[in-house]
């Protein structure tokens, strides 16, 4: 190895530390909402506010290596080159430097710090148009540095123009490329074929809005690098699953599975899908918005990774115990310095792997033999049909509630099931799927009016769980803000429960956490929920706490759950705590005076 991923991110930062920068380090995975993007694409997303002009805290001149995400990239998985996480080696100016210092330093990193070779390195600039004019500037500056004049390369928007797709209101502009021969000691290489792109320099001056551009007052500098490329590149490498940050989890793949990484084919993809599957599912849970499996939003996207990475343990045979040791490689050996919140959060990361894989695990089996049927019955109709007409178009369709069943009784995330579609020649009615989903929802919701009306008399088991959750929550609430706290109502759905209590202020987002985790370590020790009923005196000495004590007659019923909560309450509850699933705040807000409400969730 001429230079492993600690060195090369030590590398970065020094040398732009170096040049007055200031290391802000790597922020959350999750978009922060403001652009409408789940995830962060880019490293300089986190910092759109500054990059239109916000004064940032950390001064001028920052850098970081930022985790990013880009999960259109999921089908390509499993080649030599593609992630779901991968991280940017970033730096910016905001209205400091510009194009003059800018190419100095990317010129002066490539050459004297990481020793490319000057005559090998091709550059692109933006041609121009209506919106900005022909880089001929950053050019100039390029050959003033060294660059071969015949190595600078003009081309149009769709090239060398960065902005983030689909946003309104964002910073971007014109951008210098950078690219170096895949083979350096090749032989006349020729660009672009014979090329890689290690990074680029983006100029931004401009804001975009609706289909024009506006000049920004600070023209800033965005430089992304990206991190994992850039060590495969650097290690003359053309398998990223080569470089450091995967040896040690492939060399742990082929001792589990007894397989051979070098054997290639479906076993080799196999593989770094389990490598690259894994390390997002550790950086999202991870994460310091922590994220988890769940049925929607970046949750779902979480879930269909892991799944997915389940699913490939099965294909090579292997128990999904795998998932956990790579995990822990990820955590212990090779982001643990980067990333030392992962160290922290292991035994969590670890546990939350470990509880999908049980959950899908169960079902992953009897979901696939189900979907071997249904393959099955399609092509037994297609051949019954050959027979009477010989001239019949097979059907290579499977039907929207097939696939609607695969997912809603055996997990199985919609893009599993098109997967596995796809590897038979086969595709997915996406429509008929969605609409098989809403009538399901309405079905739901029919239901549910009815037991509204009834209220929990005619108790479904949602509502039986989200009736337990209310009394964990409640205790949660006078263990973690104050033994003063009260219910001062609830209601509750198949889908949520809202509470409300008395507290005269805000949650801060890190009591909200604090409460959630109580709520889920008092689910996770799978509590018993014991009924007794005891005079109203009796109750009160032994500390039951009621809500609307005027209710209550001589005689009263309680619940108490371990010794963590003890309530004087009607009932119905589930037995034991194990069974609620992932308890989730979703909002916290004012309901009147002095009364807090809280939305929360069960999640699977
Ligand atoms: N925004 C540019 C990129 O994503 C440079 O950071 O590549």
């Known amino acids: ?189 020729v660009f672009p074929d014979d090329y890689v792109e290690i990074g680029n320099d983006v100029y931004m001056q401009y804001k975009k809005l609706g289909t024009g551009y506006v000049p920004l007052e600070n023209k800033n500098v965005d430089t992304g690098f990206g991190f994992d490329r850039m060590l495969l590149f650097l290690n003359g490498l053309h398998d990223a699953y080569q470089t450091d940050l995967f040896t040690a989890v492939i060399a742990e793949i082929e001792r589990e599975t007894g397989k051979k990484y070098d054997d290639g084919g479906e076993v080799r993809r196999a593989m770094r899908i389990i490598a690259d599957h894994t390390r997002t599912t550790v950086m999202l849970i991870g994460d310091p918005t922590g994220v988890l499996p769940s049925n929607t939003g970046a949750g779902y996207i979480l879930r269909r990774i892991m799944r997915r990475a389940i699913r490939y343990c099965r294909q090579l045979d292997v128990s999904t115990e795998l998932l956990l040791h790579v995990a822990k490689i990820y955590i212990e050996q090779v982001y643990d310095e980067a990333y030392p919140l992962l160290r922290q959060k292991e035994d969590f990361i670890l546990d939350e792997i470990k509880k999908e894989a049980e959950r899908f695990e169960t079902t992953l089996v009897t979901g696939m033999k189900e979907f ?158 014991i009924y007794k009923e005891m005079s109203l005196e009796e109750a009160r000495k032994e500390h039951f706490v009621g809500v609307f004590d005027s209710k209550y007659g001589e005689v009263v019923k309680t619940y108490s759950i371990g010794e963590f909560s003890k309530e004087m309450c009607g009932g119905p509850h589930v037995g034991h705590t194990g069974v609620l699933g992932h308890f989730k705040i979703q909002k916290e807000q004012s309901s009147s005076a002095g009364v807090r409400r809280i939305k929360a969730v069960l999640e699977p």
């Not at 507290?503 to 996770?524: G, H, Q, S, Y």
């Open 372 to 529: 071997e049927k249904c393959v099955a019955g399609l092509e037994r109709k297609n051949e019954f049909m050959k027979k009477s007409d010989p001239g019949h178009v097979p059907e290579t369709v499977i039907g929207g509630k097939a696939a609607f069943r695969l997912y809603d009784t055996y997990g199985f995330p919609l893009e599993l099931t098109e997967e596995l579609a796809a590897e038979r020649g086969l595709t997915v009615d996406k429509g008929g799927f969605e609409e098989a989903f809403k009538e399901h929802q309405e079905k739901s919701r029919v239901i549910q009016k009815g037991e509204a009306k009834g209220g929990l008399e005619s108790h479904s088991e949602m509502a039986v769980k989200y009736h337990t959750a209310t009394h964990l929550l409640n205790a949660a609430l006078k263990t973690v803000l104050s033994p003063d706290c009260n219910q001062k109502g609830s209601n509750i759905t198949d889908e949520r429960m809202r509470f409300d209590f008395n507290f005269d202020r805000a949650m801060t987002p890190e009591e909200i956490r604090a409460v959630e985790d109580l709520v889920n370590e008092k689910i996770r020790e799978d509590l018993p929920v």
């Open 1 to 189: 190895m001429k230079i492993t991923g600690k060195e090369l991110r030590q590398k970065w930062l020094d040398f732009y530390k170096s040049k007055g920068h200031v290391d802000i380090g790597a922020v959350s995975l999750v978009g922060d909402g403001s652009t409408g993007v789940m995830f962060n694409v880019a490293g300089m997303q986190p910092l759109m506010p500054y990059l239109l002009g916000a004064p940032h805290p950390a001064g001028k001149r920052l850098c970081n290596v930022q985790g990013c995400m880009r999960t259109v990239d999921i089908d390509s998985v499993g080649d030599a080159s593609h992630f779901t996480f991968f991280e940017m080696m970033g730096n910016w100016s905001l209205g400091d430097y510009f194009k003059k210092e800018k190419t100095a330093w990317t010129f002066e990193i490539l050459t004297k710090v990481f020793g490319l070779d000057k005559d090998k390195l091709c550059a692109t600039v933006f041609e121009g148009n209506e919106s900005a004019p022909r880089d001929e500037e950053t050019a100039g500056l390029l050959i003033g540095l060294g660059i071969l004049p015949e190595h600078i390369y003009y081309l149009p928007k769709e090239d060398n123009w960065w902005e983030l797709e689909g946003t309104e209101g964002t910073p971007c502009g014109p951008d210098n490329e950078w690219f170096y021969p895949l083979d350096p000691d090749g032989k006349d290489p």
